[in-house]
């Protein structure tokens, strides 16, 4: 499962630096595709590294792909950007300018002029640069780090809808997140996880995958007992453990994902919802993420819905004047 994440992580980015004239930044974008696909072809690669990086690339492209225009102002986000980008070809590379040997990919297309040329605008310090100190992003890190433990009480189960951070942000967020040393002493195991699709079976196999279940397993089970089976594996992998779960860019708002915090029934079946599959009682918290904080209200409760955005930090939803 992790290698088909892989898979369709590259192939919607390809696909999206593709798609279009003109696209910002395009020969960054494209070095990168290609070491990217290197990567992925060696004998041993590093997945973890791999998956965070593929995750990255899609964040920064489709952030260049959300820019309205071409005002002045938008030159220092394009600088950030194409920094992360040379930054993770150098770790590839190990060019001082993060360019492949070979130099420079060939393209029909034309970039538009490089941010870092626009005068009258300084480049940016590269401390700035770090998710720690990046503009008010170790703030939003300490305010999730509350939400989850708060004042070290444990609650049953906790379910945190998060919206307003996206693209490089959200990936630069629950990175940090997931690595602070009080979430780390607090939760195991903890996982972030890309919701690929919407087809429940793929997304528990994905879960399972994440959470050390080999593929052969997940297929025996689901063999013998379907969808049913790989929830209820599920919930036997994580029940009695204070695990963290990030369910990451939510977007389907249907039946089987909605109520998290809601327990298996006694006439219910496993496989009528996500949410049976992640055990309650021992301080168990899941974190959704999604652009549409309707999907991420249904899921978990209005009151439950944080907007983390650079406009509305630390905002809940459900009270606009909190």
Not at 21 to 46: A, Q, R, V, Y
Not at 210 to 216: C, D, H, N, R, T
Request: one cysteine or more; glycine letters at 10%.
């Amino acid at each position: 499962m992790a290698q088909e994440i892989e898979r369709y992580q590259m192939g919607k980015f390809s696909s999206q630096l593709h798609s279009k004239e003109d696209i910002p930044l395009f020969k960054d974008f494209s070095n990168l595709e290609i070491k990217l696909k290197e990567k992925m072809g060696s004998s041993s690669p590093d997945r973890p590294s791999l998956r965070d990086n593929l995750f990255e690339v899609n964040d920064c492209l489709n952030e260049c792909l959300a820019l309205p225009g071409k005002h002045p102002l938008l030159s220092a986000k394009l600088r950030d950007i194409q920094e992360t980008l040379r930054n993770m070809l150098r770790s590839y590379t190990g060019g001082p300018n993060g360019s492949s040997s070979n130099g420079n990919v060939t393209s029909h297309r034309e970039a538009p002029p490089n941010p870092s040329d626009v005068e009258g605008i300084p480049r940016p310090n590269s401390r700035l640069l770090d998710p720690d100190n990046g503009p008010g992003v170790g703030e939003k890190v300490q305010y999730l780090e509350e939400l989850l433990i708060g004042q070290g009480i444990d609650e049953k189960f906790k379910a945190i809808g998060i919206t307003g951070a996206i693209g490089s942000e959200n990936t630069k967020l629950f990175k940090k997140l997931l690595n602070r040393p009080k979430v780390k002493d607090h939760f195991l195991p903890r996982i972030r996880f890309y919701i690929p699709s919407s087809d429940k079976d793929s997304i528990l196999r994905g879960l399972l995958d994440a959470l050390g279940v080999k593929k052969e397993m997940a297929e025996a089970i689901y063999g013998k007992h379907g969808t049913a089976g790989l929830c209820c594996a599920l919930n036997v992998r994580l029940v009695g453990k204070r695990y963290l779960i990030v369910l990451d860019d939510a977007r389907d708002s249907n039946e089987w994902f909605r109520e998290l915090s809601s327990s298996l029934p006694k006439k219910g079946k496993y496989e009528d919802r996500l949410a049976y599959g992640l055990p309650k009682g021992h301080g168990g918290t899941v974190i959704v993420t999604s652009r549409d904080e309707k999907v991420a209200e249904s899921m978990v409760g209005e009151r439950n819905v944080h907007v983390i955005g650079s406009n509305s930090f630390g905002m809940n939803a459900a009270d606009p004047c909190s």
